[in-house]
């Protein structure tokens, strides 16, 4: 009798968690002046799910490359997105005070530091990424770091933030502007990590565009997932205010659909992603759960 061995996401995001905390750790020390890397470390390391990072590891491996490869990436892919958290949250923005159940760095360290140590973690990630990537042919880090800058600028993240703030309050917003936004300001990122982790691990154009979907995919379904979550789910379950979205009059996907057929939406997007890494066999294991995980999260 044949037995298939179920694969074990929570223990593979567990230890691949570890992996980058440690990585995150070593990354940046606290020397003069100490309160920018305090306020920098404040945010990087105050815990969250750590998936950004842990997508590009599993695309490297995935496509035949190592965890060591893409680790000085994922770290700087976690140090992008902490700043966009950092950002987002001050009061020119979404003036939120509290982020995965801690003060925001604001609240703590003023909106000065806040600012400052956002401009940090995003100049300091590119120089990661240049200066600790090792046996990488330096064509692919230089592919890797116009990914990133693609992903987190005007054309990417910048982008979609801009919109975002034009449409609040706005009665008139269309699905499609609400699609642009979540495309640029969540996926673009999410993008970028399951494509340099392809990028370092040395995969083709060709390969890269079912990747490129699956990334698309999933990016668009984890923004209904959050959108709907705002809703229904606590601020205590949430890690920060809930309800955010309501209150500041921004278009949601259940806005547009309804709660249930914004949970569908997001289960066939699910359903598309896993279908683009057919080709991978067994090796596509961990981002497929990770698909799964997206639809499945409560907080």
């Not at 179920?6 to 995001?13: K, M, N, P, T």
């Not at 440690?22 to 998936?51: C, H, N, Q």
């Not at 990630?125 to 770091?145: G, H």
């Not at 009059?249 to 309804?258: E, L, N, V």
Request: proline share 3%.
């Amino acid at each position: 009798m044949i037995t298939t061995q179920v694969f074990d996401l929570s223990r593979y995001l567990s230890e691949r968690q570890s992996l980058v905390e440690a990585a995150l750790d070593r990354a940046i020390a606290v020397v003069y002046p100490e309160t920018i890397y305090e306020s920098m470390r404040y945010s990087l390391m105050a815990g969250g799910k750590r998936l950004r990072p842990i997508l590009c590891l599993a695309t490297c491996e995935m496509v035949g490359g190592t965890l060591e490869m893409a680790m000085p990436t994922a770290c700087a892919l976690e140090m992008i997105h902490t700043m966009s958290l950092i950002h987002d949250d001050l009061p020119a923005m979404d003036n939120d005070d509290y982020r995965r159940g801690k003060l925001t760095n604001h609240k703590v360290y003023g909106d000065d530091i806040a600012i400052l140590a956002g401009d940090g973690l995003l100049t300091y990630a590119f120089e990661y990424v240049a200066a600790q990537t090792q046996n990488v042919p330096a064509e692919r880090t230089l592919q890797v770091i116009v990914q990133l800058a693609q992903a987190v600028g005007a054309a990417g993240l910048v982008g979609g933030q801009v919109v975002d703030l034009e449409s609040e309050g706005k009665s008139d917003v269309t699905i499609e502007t609400l699609s642009y936004i979540h495309r640029h300001k969540t996926g673009a990122l999410l993008e970028a990590c399951v494509l340099s982790g392809a990028i370092l691990a040395g995969a083709s154009d060709a390969d890269r565009q079912p990747l490129s979907r699956y990334a698309q995919d999933i990016g668009l379904a984890f923004q209904i997932v959050d959108d709907v979550l705002d809703i229904t789910a606590t601020s205590a379950e949430l890690g920060k205010s809930a309800g955010k979205d309501l209150q500041a009059q921004k278009a949601t996907y259940p806005s547009f659909w309804g709660i249930e057929e914004s949970k569908r939406q997001a289960n066939q997007l699910v359903a598309d992603a896993k279908a683009q890494l057919a080709a991978y066999g067994d090796r596509a294991q961990p981002l497929l759960a990770i698909a799964d995980y997206i639809t499945a999260r409560t907080h």
